[in-house]
């Protein structure tokens, strides 16, 4: 069974640290690019930062500096590192694969930068 699941979500202040886990089973999670998404409330889901398989990563400007991806292939684990936390940064975050192996969406995990 394919399975994508993510967890390290929490509640931060403004200027905190949070570091996400997105848990893969079911695939060669090496030969998978990934990538991290959030959906904020009323909002679009967007994109914010993608690892290759090879490990080259790409973030969206809004993170850039702050946020950082990574992987582990020996665990089937890809990290998002997020430091220096806003307001805005509060999304319920999903990890996803490239091309994806699930339908849908994950359950997500709920982070929540509050003063």
């Known amino acids: 069974q394919v399975r994508l699941v993510e967890s390290g979500g929490g509640e931060v202040q403004p200027g905190g640290s949070l570091r996400l886990s997105c848990a893969a089973s079911?695939?060669?999670?090496?030969?998978?690019?990934m990538q991290w998404y959030r959906q904020a409330p009323g909002k679009q889901r967007e994109l914010v930062a993608s690892i290759t398989s090879g490990g080259s990563a790409n973030y969206a400007d809004s993170v850039k500096g702050r946020f950082t991806i990574s992987r582990d292939n020996a665990k089937n684990t890809v990290f998002l590192q997020m430091n220096s936390l806003k307001l805005e940064d509060t999304a319920v975050y999903y990890c996803?694969?490239?091309?994806?192996?699930?339908?849908?969406w994950g359950q997500g995990t709920q982070v929540t930068v509050s003063s």
């Open positions: 079911g695939i060669i999670f090496r030969d998978y690019a």
């Open positions: 996803r694969s490239v091309p994806p192996v699930i339908l849908g």
